[in-house]
């Protein structure tokens, strides 16, 4: 029970868009490139941060590096 607690309140790190302008393209590559692409998503997720607590993590970690 107390992995399954501590797993339930992990965020996941996300590999790839399913959408948009990246669409198929990985986090990594697009931070590499357009980095001012992720600050934008980042402040977007933030407003709105229902359901979005992975989006979150995965772009704080790639701006990060």
């Known amino acids: 029970i107390r992995f399954f607690l501590t797993c339930v309140v992990c965020s996941s790190l996300l590999y790839s868009f ?3 302008k990246y669409i198929d393209k990985t986090v990594q590559e697009v931070a590499k490139t357009d980095r001012g692409y992720l600050e934008w998503m980042l402040k977007q997720k933030k407003q709105n941060e229902a359901d979005e607590e992975d989006w979150i993590y995965t772009l704080e ?3 990060q590096k």
């Open 18 to 20: 399913n959408f948009g």
């Open 61 to 63: 970690y790639y701006l």
